[in-house]
């Protein structure tokens, strides 16, 4: 599952400016299809599908005006490159997935929460959004984070790296969040409850609704108290807000996402009219590749 916002966010603030010959700006487009090849090459699915979030007011936003409102409009030279990216996915075959008033997160929530009740299926999440965390299942759902920079390696998380990172479970980023709240969404949480505080709370009484449960424990401070009573209706919306929706109405069908079936040619034609010719060697097989390679094995 591709986070296709977070990617291409990630390659238009990664790549410096470039253009086709014609002077089409592609630098985002470049770099979202140079991380997506990568990944498909390091992670070799069979399947592949990118989530998008679509313009227009989602539900957390009618439920909350303030979400996300600390955010400025898209650069226009990154909103300018969005339909060719979608191009590009589309020339791959691979499904392309974005829902009126529900968030790309949502989405991949739901397809992961489908898919990994099927036997024998691990589901990867590739995003560069942390938020996705919540969504870990065991060794059944994990989440890779590309190279943030040329410091640092990709990191896949699964449920003991979150443990290991976090000192928390997965569904416990949800409680996490709706107690320090996170400032890239804007979401407010509780005010003058920090990162270790929530994090200390939610190990002892494991989970939101148990912590306000014991309110009145003494291993609650009078000052953490007194924080937590003031603001328990934003705390309780907060984790509304966090809480990614795992049931989005919508229809996975398998073989939609299969990726040989895509014709190279069709694809080839596109990178060379884009520059991309580096590119084209790191393509995938398809279909027809596919079938040869299964008669002579």
């Known amino acids: 599952m591709i986070d296709g916002n977070a990617l291409l966010h990630r390659a238009y603030h990664a790549y410096p400016p470039l253009s086709t010959p014609k002077g089409e700006l592609i630098n985002a487009v470049y770099g979202f299809t140079t991380m997506l090849l990568s990944v498909i090459d390091k992670l070799s699915p069979t399947h592949v599908a990118v989530a998008w979030d679509l313009e227009g007011p989602t539900f957390r936003k009618q439920e909350y005006d303030e979400y996300k409102a600390n955010r400025g409009p898209m650069d226009e030279e990154l909103a300018s490159q969005i339909d060719r ?5 589309e020339k791959l075959n691979i499904p392309q997935y974005g829902i009126e008033g529900y968030e790309a997160d949502d989405i991949i929530g739901t397809i992961s929460r489908i898919a990994s009740e099927e036997e024998d299926v691990q589901v990867v999440i590739v995003t560069g959004d942390r938020d996705s965390l ?4 065991e060794k059944k759902v994990v989440v890779y984070l590309p190279i943030q920079n040329h410091h640092a390696q990709s990191v896949v998380f699964d449920e003991d790296k979150v443990k290991e990172v976090y000192g928390l479970n997965p569904r416990q980023i949800i409680d996490l969040k709706s107690l320090m ?40 401070s009078p000052r953490t108290r007194s924080l937590m009573l003031a603001d328990k209706e934003m705390a ?56 040869v390679k299964d008669i002579f094995i």
């Open 85 to 89: 990216t979608k191009e590009v996915v």
């Open 134 to 137: 919540q969504l870990i299942k």
């Open 181 to 220: 709240g996170d400032a890239s969404d804007n979401i407010p949480g509780v005010k003058g409850v920090g990162k270790v505080t929530a994090t200390k709370l939610i190990q002892i009484y494991g989970d939101l609704h148990n912590i306000y449960k014991n309110i009145e424990d003494t291993q609650i």
């Open 236 to 291: 309780e919306k907060s984790y509304h807000l966090a809480e990614i929706d795992q049931h989005v109405p919508l229809k996975l069908v398998w073989e939609d996402c299969l990726l040989a079936n895509y014709d190279k040619t069709k694809v080839t034609l596109l990178f060379e009219e884009l520059n991309f010719k580096s590119l084209i060697n790191k393509l995938p097989g398809d279909s027809f590749e596919k079938d």
